[in-house]
């Protein structure tokens, strides 16, 4: 019940021309399909949320937008709801890269440095 009345909740406001509200909303119903594994509610709140990012400018339309991309990231291709911790690691922009270990300092540095940027450790070449 508690999913119907948040998406409820945003459809009614976004009908109103409401778009802050329509996106508040859309997060609670994106969350609680989440709970829920509602691959039904996070396709509505997709939505919603497109259809406030086509209606809207500035920070309302990258806030929609922003809605939109995880939504879309909490649906695999066959759109069913997928794991909390996968959609993390989907939302992540940051790649993990190789790294390693300087020998002298310790600090952390990419796998293909030849020069450690914190201590200035040579490395030989391969």
């Known amino acids: 019940m508690e999913r119907?009345?948040?998406?409820?909740?945003a459809q009614e406001a976004l009908a109103a021309g409401q778009h802050k509200s329509a996106l508040r909303e859309g997060w609670r119903a994106?969350?609680?399909?989440?709970?829920?594994?509602?691959?039904?509610?996070?396709?509505?709140?997709?939505?919603?949320?497109?259809?406030?990012?086509?209606?809207?400018?500035?920070?309302v339309h990258g806030d929609?937008?922003?809605?939109?991309?995880?939504?879309?990231?909490?649906?695999?291709?066959t759109g069913r709801v997928i794991e909390s911790q996968s959609i993390l690691?989907?939302?992540?922009?940051?790649?993990?890269?190789?790294?390693?270990q300087c020998p002298d300092c310790a600090e952390e540095i990419a796998a293909e440095a030849r020069l450690c940027r914190f201590c200035g450790y040579r490395f030989d070449s391969v």
Not at 89 to 100: M, P, Q, V, Y
């Open 89 to 100: 690691d989907r939302l992540s922009f940051r790649r993990k890269s190789s790294r390693r």
């Open 30 to 59: 994106v969350g609680v399909g989440l709970r829920q594994r509602d691959s039904a509610t996070i396709n509505a709140t997709l939505e919603i949320a497109l259809m406030v990012a086509a209606a809207s400018e500035g920070k």
């Open 64 to 77: 929609a937008e922003m809605l939109a991309i995880y939504c879309r990231n909490c649906l695999d291709s």
């Open 4 to 9: 119907a009345t948040d998406l409820q909740r």
